[in-house]
């Protein structure tokens, strides 16, 4: 794969990391990138043998969230465009529903599209250097990808509105302090956090460790239904739309 590495732990067996792979991008998702990580969750719903998966970046960032420069590129067709507009969405409820008990290990900042993976996964752990931010709305684009149910269950009404309203950037210790993070570790370490992590789950009884999973996603959807959100690509669609009709500024 062109944009991630997919390794299969060589000590612990049932261990897989994931690690968005564009560097010199600050891991921005890339259509490419939705395509293979949709591929890689499609082969893990089908994997009996993997039980715990890490999710992280390259380099000095998780991922600078969907990348800009594809803004430029949307298709005119309206419903390619719709379709494109959903990719997000696919993506988010790949990660989601995997069996698999999903870790994101945070080593750089976390941007947008980013935070809402990690809001997708089960546990997070993050580096005591990282930081994130929720910028959408200082794009002139909704936050969408079904983010907000799942950022609501995550941190509560009140902050969600306030970190997705104002895009101001919060740190990891604030992250951790509102319950979006489980563990703050050293600069560079959390690769290997989330392994020793991983390690404690695949000592479990791996049936006990799946139903509990299970359980834990019906509660939290019934919490915030992702439902309410069905309107998300729809919303993206018209921001597009909007960009793209918008008169450009005459030149000075």
Not at 137 to 149: E, G, K, R
Request: charged share 25%.
């Amino acid at each position: 794969m062109d944009t991630l590495q997919v390794q299969r732990d060589a000590e612990w067996f049932g261990l897989t990391t994931i690690t968005l792979n564009r560097p010199e991008k600050l891991n921005a998702i890339s259509r490419q990138m939705h395509d293979e990580l949709q591929a890689v969750c499609a082969d893990l719903q089908k994997d009996a043998e993997t039980r715990v998966v890490i999710f992280t970046g390259a380099g000095r960032a998780f991922s600078a969230g969907a990348d800009r420069a594809e803004r430029r590129t949307v298709d005119s067709d309206p419903l390619r465009m719709r379709l494109q507009s959903g990719t997000g969405n696919r993506t988010c409820a790949a990660i989601e529903r995997l069996d698999q008990v999903t870790i994101g290990a945070v080593n750089g900042l976390a941007v947008g599209g980013a935070v809402v993976f990690l809001s997708c996964m089960d546990l997070r752990i993050a580096a005591e250097d990282a930081w994130f931010s929720i910028p959408e709305i200082d794009l002139n684009i909704p936050l969408t990808w079904n983010a907000l149910p799942r950022l609501m269950r995550e941190l509560g009404p009140a902050r969600t509105k306030e970190l997705v309203m104002t895009g101001e950037r919060f740190s990891a210790q604030q992250a951790e302090r509102w319950g979006f993070v489980n563990h703050i570790v050293p600069a560079a370490t959390a690769v290997s956090a989330a392994r020793t992590l991983a390690v404690k789950l695949l000592k479990k009884d791996p049936l006990s460790l799946s139903l509990t999973k299970t359980t834990c996603r019906a509660l939290s959807e019934q919490m915030v239904p992702e439902q309410a959100t069905q309107a998300d690509r729809e919303y993206l669609t018209l921001a597009h739309s909007l960009m793209r009709s918008a008169p450009k500024e005459p030149r000075t």
